[in-house]
Nanobody, 126 residues
């Protein structure tokens, strides 16, 4: 499956952005999806994940209550709605797809994901 992330940009602290990740090439509903981010000089870290069914979600503590992950299987797209953005949210954001059998499971580890998008830059100014 090919993944194309978009929606990044420059926003002031307290602002909002919605990232999109469009999938192609395979049946989107067969994949659990995740968002990760990587700031300069840091390792890639988990942000949010959603199960194949869409019924389960998980968030990093640092974004819980501010970010919302969702999926639209009719559009083969996963979203990350980001609100109340902080300068520490500045990073390149990556979407990823996990081809696991379970429809309810969600995954936090980068090793769980087989396919990655190219990343989209989010910069939050203070």
């Amino acid at each position: 499956v090919q993944l194309q992330a978009s929606g990044g940009g420059l926003v002031p602290a307290g602002g909002s952005l919605r990232l999109s990740c469009a999938a192609s090439g395979r049946t989107f509903s067969n994949y659990a999806m995740g968002w990760f981010r990587q700031a300069p000089g840091k390792e890639r870290e988990f942000v949010a994940a959603i199960s194949r069914s869409g019924g389960s979600t998980d968030y990093a503590d640092s974004v819980k209550g501010r970010f919302t992950i969702s999926r639209d299987d009719a559009k083969d797209t996963v979203y990350l709605q980001m609100s109340n953005l902080k300068p520490e949210d500045t990073a390149v954001y990556y979407c990823a797809a996990s081809p696991r059998i379970s429809t309810a499971a969600i995954y936090r580890g980068t090793y769980e994901y087989a396919y990655w998008g190219q990343g989209t830059q989010v910069t939050v100014s203070s």
